[in-house]
């Protein structure tokens, strides 16, 4: 039986075990220095049962050819987990440490048969988008429970209306060859 090929991008210090953790900076934990602007990826073409991007996509010069290189490598049965901050988010905007901003959409068009998938030379069967409001301490942000449910059950409701100016702190996006 052959091991499990899991890969933690852009991990920093969160060092996560089972996985190989993988950043630009030689620091404690890390197994592999790379730079993920430089492409392909030193992995084989479907190779990687699961992928991980915490908060790191955001940051990279080419987040579409970032996704392109994931999806090559990435296992026909394997997901991509990817958190960014929403473009509502005010660490979003952190001057030029980060590249792009996200919304609900701009991982949906990577999904097989959206609107405008063609313009890529790949897609994901798959594209689960969840908005992740700061829920804690519960007492200052009791009404993120109630904005995280209608934002999840309509996020174009959230994202086109006066609820957005109850900031989502971050997206996350799973992905499926």
Known sequence: MSKLMKLNFGCGTDIKKGYLNVDHIKLKGVDKVMDLNVFPYPFASNSCDEILMDHVLDHLDKPTRVLQELHRIIKKSGKIV???????????????????????????????????????????????????????????????????????????????????????RTLVATLRK
């Not at 473009?87 to 001057?95: P, V």
């Not at 440490?97 to 959206?114: D, P």
Request: charged letters at 20%; proline letters at 6%; glycine letters at 4%.
């Open 82 to 168: 990817i958190k960014v901050p929403h473009f509502s988010c005010g660490m979003a905007y952190w001057g030029d440490v980060r590249k792009s901003l996200y919304s609900y959409y701009a991982f949906k068009r990577y999904e097989t048969g959206q609107k405008r998938s063609y313009y890529f030379p790949f897609s994901f069967r798959n594209v689960q988008v969840y908005f992740d409001f700061q829920k804690k301490p519960f007492l200052v942000f009791f009404y993120n429970h109630i904005i995280a449910w209608i934002a999840n059950a309509k996020p174009y409701l959230y994202e086109n209306t006066f609820l957005r100016v109850f900031p989502c």
